[in-house]
């Protein structure tokens, strides 16, 4: 509460150190408010660490309406700088991974046009695809893909195997650890 005070009251005055706390809590906590007023940070500002602190912060909202609100401008091609969109997709990417595929399912024309070129494929995918563990997320991933013509692109790659490994690993390591922990309880 004390962070939250300390921002409503000028959030020049929050240590450098806080301020990403700070600006998380805020859009967590005071919905449309908090959230406009850390956009309002982000298009204000000239500094790219706390232009990046505010993204993030923005990514974390737990409305759903603000997570679309977030990815639509963040990826509008005006908003946000090329380079920074990463931050935002990471960030609601981790609150709320399935909202985010879907939505770029929903978007992925639009975003082929506003960002063409591989490197942003990879950093689209590389932010999308971290929480994708499982064959069904495999198999998910891989056919859409697959029909969209960019199976080749080595982010997918590298997802699609990251997701294989994942998935041996836990079948090796399931059974001796259900066995330890029914020793331990």
Do not use: M
């Amino acid at each position: 509460d004390q962070l939250r005070k300390r921002f409503w009251d000028g959030w020049e005055s929050v240590p450098a150190e806080y301020q990403s706390l700070c600006f998380s809590v805020v859009v967590r906590q005071d919905g449309e408010k908090g959230y406009e007023a850390v956009k309002d940070i982000y298009e204000r500002s000239d500094s790219a660490l706390l232009c990046r602190r505010a993204l993030v912060a923005l990514g974390k909202s737990p409305e759903k309406k603000l997570q679309e609100k977030s990815l639509d401008w963040g990826t509008d091609g005006k908003s946000v700088r090329a380079q920074d969109v990463q931050w935002l997709l990471a960030s609601v990417t981790r609150t709320a991974p399935q909202l985010v595929w879907e939505w770029f399912g929903k978007s992925f024309e639009r975003l082929e046009e506003e960002y063409p070129g591989l490197k942003v494929k990879k950093a689209i995918i590389g932010n999308l695809t971290p929480n994708f563990n499982t064959s069904k997320h495999q198999e998910q991933l891989q056919a859409f893909a697959k029909e969209k013509k960019f199976l080749n692109v080595r982010a997918v790659k590298q997802t699609l195997e990251r997701i294989l490994i994942l998935e041996k690993r836990r079948k090796r390591e399931f059974s001796p650890l259900k066995e330890y922990f029914a020793k331990e309880s």
